[in-house]
T-cell receptor, first 116, second 111 residues
Framework: GAVVSQHPSWVICKSGTSVKIECRSLDFQATTMFWYRQFPKQSLMLMATSNEGSKATYEQGVEKDKFLINHASLTLSTLTVTSAHPEDSSFYIC????????????FGPGTRLTVL | SQKIEQNSEALNIQEGKTATLTCNYTNYSPAYLQWYRQDPGRGPVFLLLIRENEKEKRKERLKVTFDTTLKQSLFHITASQPADSATYLCALEHGNNRLAFGKGNQVVVIP
């Protein structure tokens, strides 16, 4: 149980284009999902907290207009990287917290974004 | 400033021995702390959660301790196996279920 999927697993795009990444909780409902970014040999950095039906809460230094987050249902959150640039190339990982459960976060497999 | 420190050097350990990893933190007051396993190119996999009022937690061959006075958690893998080779991440809760992660500590189990 508690499986989280991400799509796509990897994406290569040209500079200036937008990329959408989906995060789904497959066998549970998630009121809260989190988006992280991880650069090589670095720690996961929390970008934003996404609550179903409300606006996302962004961490300090994360541009909300560049990283658009939508959490339209209890099983789906999307992250759109708008006007992507090479410095946005990174490993993007989502996690989900199960509705009514303990504090455990279950992570997706990650999406490798490469911006040329 | 806030810090979460894990050993940057890989831990090489003989199969069957106990691997012990350390997580030290500064300027956090976590309600709970979690340990995750991460393989290359993959997302973290949850292992154990320990709360501030708990001293020790066990799950199969894994054991975690949490000392809020020392601001330290220890993570033990007993009877280590080559399949345990991975990077292990320490994560602290810092408000509204948000997690702050350490950089991780790589473990290499030698057959």
């Amino acid at each position: 149980g508690a499986v989280v999927s991400q799509h796509p697993s990897w994406v290569i795009c040209k500079s200036g284009t937008s990329v959408k990444i989906e995060c789904r909780s497959l066998d549970f409902q998630a009121t809260t999902m989190f988006w992280y970014r991880q650069f090589p040999k670095q720690s996961l950095m929390l970008m934003a907290t996404s609550n179903e039906g409300s606006k996302a809460t962004y961490e300090q230094g994360v541009e909300k207009d560049k990283f658009l987050i939508n959490h339209a249902s209890l099983t789906l959150s999307t992250l759109t990287v708008t006007s992507a640039h090479p410095e946005d190339s990174s490993f993007y990982i989502c996690s989900a917290k199960q509705l009514g459960s303990t504090d455990t976060q279950y992570f997706g497999p990650g999406t490798r974004l490469t911006v040329l | 400033s806030q810090k979460i420190e894990q050993n940057s050097e890989a831990l090489n350990i003989q199969e069957g021995k106990t691997a012990t990893l350390t997580c030290n933190y500064t300027n956090y007051s976590p309600a709970y702390l979690q340990w995750y396993r991460q393989d290359p190119g993959r997302g973290p996999v949850f292992l154990l959660l320990i709360r501030e009022n708990e001293k020790e937690k066990r799950k199969e061959r894994l054991k975690v301790t949490f000392d809020t006075t020392l601001k330290q958690s220890l993570f033990h893998i007993t009877a280590s196996q080559p399949a345990d080779s991975a990077t292990y991440l320490c994560a602290l809760e810092h408000g509204n279920n948000r997690l702050a992660f350490g950089k991780g500590n790589q473990v290499v189990v030698i057959p």
